[in-house]
């Protein structure tokens, strides 16, 4: 009764997220073909999956759910992040919106384009990369995201070019008072040899109901290429998402995501870094802020699959209320990756007796000649720099922000783009 | 300004404060000497407010408000100051914001505007000289990095910033060599005036030769067994404190 049950769940699940019918782009790719025989066979993470002990998606699955139409915005200046300069492409529940979106300062270096829109030689780009990064074929989210193939966008640096300004992915979401709203989208980003860019993606709420997105990125960093890649999550207290991100890295090219959540219900973050190139940087960082209910979970994983490699990982939370946290992150460095430098650290602080956080960092080394190091650290704030900054006439609210605040630091000062540093400034200051 | 009487503290339910009565006046410089473990340190933290004491008995008055009554932070904004035994450092605050905020907020509580970025500047760029302080420390996060010397001057800074009617400097003097003891001495000295009352708590008689005290105090086993003139710390160096213990157990 129990697997039929599950059945049940899962078509009802599913059935929210498929597209009516399979148009444009969708009916040229194979992936999406592929995707819609295979997943009758794949099953919901359930208490039983190790990977998912500490997340129980039965409140994300039981839902019903219909995919998400395009809707009415006016000005999307809120969610601009304030003076950057930056190519602006704004998706609406996942559908590319062109009236609101403009590559401006970025059209003669890098080939933007919304999927929906390729064609020719992007198309057969997009076609051989898209799919290989992520793995399709075991997984439920990533398999039901490639129905959706054609919502997402595409960016490639030819060779040697460089980004004139960073490119802002703008996803809008907006759901239904009646039923639930599901959200597919996926990104592409490769780094042709020697080429760079920088990419910001943030996720709002337009109102208060309730979203469920599926979100996918694979990115190629070719050799000695660069890509920085930060998101900010902030949606609404009601909406969820699961995020499955993916980069590659070849010889001498380096990789950089901030991942940085403030909003939103439930949220899974699946990342996944392959040194698979010698002399590669890789950095993840994390930043969580979370309160009421919120569940996030950060699911990393660094292959060092080649030598002389180094990858540094910072998680950083506070959670306050009944929220809860999860960080899981592997190391996993290959026999051959001598010589390889992986550095890992979570560091969480717990506002109140209720909230949670469940830290497991994982360390797994075949190769005898590597430098690695991991740790977690959880507690309260440090209650000797509260009395000190109280003594010195701070109410405890002030006292509290200006801890908070210094925690999170480290975290936006590592972050390249100098508007985007500041807006974070502001946005973790007024997050409690 | 100040009136402690019959202070009694404990923390985790051992009594450390056993009846400590003092009374200090505008323009006065008291010091608290004794032995280690005698309680001073902790009279120093009760009255800045810390919650890990316990006021058991007795009752502070603070220009005529019950001291006691308020948060660490009200007691900063009434006037009161404490230069840490141990100043805390704090990574990822750096000491101007942390200074204007502290002071802004002390201003807010005394009914005064907050000073604006360049009236800011301005004060704290006079008010460092008073404790030679280098100017790269007001650039770095608060007390992070800085030596055992650079934390007490900062300390003392801090005062002269605030300017509070009530300091009291807790072991200001441990670890500092004879230079950096005579600059916060002379800061110390130059902040001296009617209306501004100190408690100085020190080990040591050398410090009192560059602040010299109106009354001298000693403290052991969580009372004060004995107040004199600046005379009684030079008559503490020479005899040490087994004199006074024995009287005080007769």
Redesign the interface.
Known sequence: MASLANDNLKDNFIQGFLPKSRNGISSQLALPRKAAQLIKDLEIPGKKWEEWRYTRLNSLVSQVYVPGQTFEVTDISPFLIPNLEADVIVFLNGIYAPELSKVRYNAESLEISPISRLEDELLRTFETHSGSIIDTETNIFTALNALYIHNGVYIRAPKNVKGKAPVHLMHLSSGSKEVDTSVQHRNLFIAEPGSEFQVLESFHSIGNETTARNSLTEVLVKDNAKISYSKIQSENSASSQVDHTSAVLNRDSSFSIHTLTFGGKLLRNNLKIILDGENGSAELIGLYLLDGTQHVDNHTQVDHAKAHCYSNELYKGIMKDQSTGVFNGKIHVFQDAQKTNAFQSNRNILLSDTANIFTKPQLEIYADDVKCSHGATTGKLDQDAMFYLRARGLDEEKAKKLLIQAFAREVTDSIEIEEVKESLAEIIENRF | MISIKDLHASIDDKPILKGVNLEIKGGEVHAIMGPNGSGKSTLSSVL????DYEVTEGSVTFHGKDLLDM???E???EGLF?A?QY??E????SMV??LR???N??RE?RGEKPLSAGEFLKLMNERKKIVELDSSLTRR??NEGFSGGEKKRNEIF?MAM?EPTFSILDETDSGLDIDALRIVSQAVNSLRNPQRGFLIITHYQRLLDYIVPDFVHVMYEGRIIKSGSKDLALELEEKGYDWLKAEATV
Do not use: C, H, K, M
């Open positions: 800045a407010g810390r919650e948060e660490p932070d007691r900063a904004g404490l840490f100043p805390v704090i990574p990822g605050v914001n942390f905020t502290s002071l907020s002390v509580y996060s608060v801090q605030l």
